[in-house]
DNA sequence: AGGCTTAACGAAAACGGTTTCGTGTTAATA
DNA sequence: TATTAACACGAAACCGTTTTCGTTAAGCCT
């Protein structure tokens, strides 16, 4: 077993001071040729690679960033954490994740954790308990301290900083649209308990393209599913008590059930009644038919926030004060067109 | 901005020295009453924390686990890796997650990234370029520094470590032999080109539940696909040239494929024909009718691999030299019954 | 009063680097 | 020959902690 070695112990060996070594690996001018030659000689032989917990102590930039998410086993933002991921490691960045598990007691504890020094800044997307009890304080400290921190997804405008959304309600609009231009008319919307800002926004681009097409918003034509346990018996109830030709689906699950209830009572799909699903996954692929479904862009969105938030951390450390100017970008959505709908 | 405060800080601040705050603030003994109460209260005020690189520094322990997986946006993984974070965040570890993509290149540029002092250990499952190229120097060099490293599921025995292994031998082998018991003999597997140690073990299994059973085995009944972009007309002709009662599949994606392409050819599941998949994940419950599948059971496997690597940190650091112990553990799978076979 | 213990605190080394600022030697110049 | 500039290297500070080992002064004992 051979540790790894230390500037001193090189130093030590080849009879020199440890600032000479130092230079010499990295190529300084002030080392004679003699002198580099054999550090670099004697360093690769044994295999020096710098200690990056020395480096970072020095630097006060630990190249980590900080992810913190509600679920990881959840398509959508293991797609965001791969843009994350992809990016930050192509600018010589490491990625530690915490899952708060939508708990905001494990949101705190993770932020505390890394918050002392293991990171550069946060990228995360808040969890339900936090969004529940509406309680930023966490955040505040983190940004107070001028730790860089970009939100998305599941954010909130309590907190100035860079923020990465998806345009549900814009996916949405377009989704329901998409629908009247096929000729439907009694359009359903499946969605959760207003928990989330992301199903206020899908239920408003919902209404919005409705109303933009005259067509009267019937409240019995929305669901409203308490989480994501599924309750069959209030989907069947729902489509047993509404005429109902096309449906739009605030995730995939929801869909799924509901097309396999509505196939299940003989209707076609999607001759009968067409769906359209949020989040383009692993669902909506191989469902049968395949879901047509709103497509999120979850990696560009992980690039796109590792982005902001890298580009923030080298600002901060070059200059110190500054007038801070914080940005909202926002991902398109886009449809992905499969055989639940007409095309 | 307030940016953190340091014992430096609050010794000038307070007119003592830096070690008397340090041992205040760890309510040492040598202090005296008054004296701690005053730094205490002062620290808690500017909310002083330590800060976790110098630390690192200091104790050559950085708590950070290591994690180099394949791909992140992929049931299984994510799902072991699930297990991994609770785990290590319940001992206090945080992890550093590193994709590979498959790629040789790509592991070990991560692997070297981590192993200058950024982890104190390694959980990895290798990528389909190491095991095609069959060449595990970057390991070697880890374990040959004394780093602990934990494999899972894809693993190789090159390499001394500790292993967490899934029994895909017995689970295919189990697979079979229910399909065997439900009067089944036309058994089919779908597999993959045997780059994999997973996809070796799991044809194994087949093999022997059939042979035990004395059933022969007809080598056109084993369809190799070389890569994960289905092939239609290979499964097409496949089933159309082999009469088939039972499918067993070594992924969801092979299976569902399966599956919707028999019941367009009107066949029905699980009357005609049933099947049984690898990895419980989405897809499989969900799927129409439901798939049957062989449960990895991903998150207790990750807490086996974590709570290894962790007890060998932890060892490491109080005993020097030891003779050196390695441990194989197998999780066991367990079959998961849906729609798609009689139960 | 002299010697002892003990309480309470500080100095300094250590972790592994980087970097600034000397400093001694040599060779070139006036 | 004395001065100086260039060269090659080393000492030391610093990043923020922890921890060992003094050191000082007060209080006690004989």
Redesign the pocket.
């Known amino acids: 077993m051979k540790k790894?070695i230390?500037?001193?112990q090189i130093a030590k060996e080849l009879?020199?001071?440890?600032?000479?070594v130092?230079?010499a690996?990295?190529n300084s001018e002030?080392?004679?040729?003699?002198?580099?030659e054999k550090i670099q000689a004697f360093a690769k032989f044994y295999n020096?690679?710098?200690?990056n917990?020395?480096?970072s102590?020095?630097n006060?930039r630990t190249k980590n960033i900080g992810v913190i998410i509600p679920d990881i086993v959840h398509h959508f933002f293991t797609t965001v954490f791969r843009g994350i991921e992809q990016y930050a490691n192509k600018q010589g960045y490491n990625v530690i994740v915490c899952v708060s598990d939508d708990s905001f007691d494990r949101e705190v504890i993770n932020m505390e954790m890394l918050a002392n020094g293991s990171v550069d800044g946060f990228i995360m997307s808040l969890s339900a308990g936090t969004q529940r009890k509406n309680d930023f304080n966490h955040l505040k400290e983190i940004t107070d301290q001028g730790i860089p921190l970009v939100l998305f997804d599941r954010t909130t405008d309590k907190i100035d900083c860079d923020k990465v959304l998806i345009d549900d309600r814009e996916g949405a609009f377009k989704a329901v649209q998409k629908f009247i231009k096929n000729g439907r008319k009694k359009i359903a919307l499946v969605t959760t308990e207003n928990y989330f800002s992301v199903s206020n926004a899908r239920e408003a681009g919902y209404r919005e393209a409705l109303a933009n097409a005259d067509i009267e918003i019937d409240e019995h034509r929305i669901l409203k599913l308490p989480n994501m346990e599924v309750d069959e018996n209030a989907i069947h109830e729902f489509f047993n008590s509404n005429r109902i030709d096309a449906v739009l689906c605030v995730n995939e699950i929801f869909a799924i059930h509901c097309m396999n209830l509505v196939q299940k009572k003989g209707m076609r799909i999607p001759e009968d009644i067409s769906f359209i699903g949020f989040t383009d996954g692993i669902l909506s692929k191989y469902a049968n038919p395949g879901l047509t479904a709103i497509a999120q862009h979850g990696v560009e969105m992980g690039e796109v926030a590792a982005k902001m938030l890298i580009e923030k951390v080298e600002y901060e450390s070059d200059d110190e004060e500054e007038e801070e100017t914080y940005q909202t970008k926002i991902i398109e959505s886009t449809i992905i067109e499969r055989g639940s709908t007409i095309n």
Chains 1, 2 share one sequence.
């Open positions: 790894k230390t500037l001193k009879e020199v001071s440890i600032s000479t130092s230079k690996l990295k002030e080392i004679s040729a003699d002198t580099k020096y690679k710098p200690n917990v020395a480096i102590l020095k006060k």
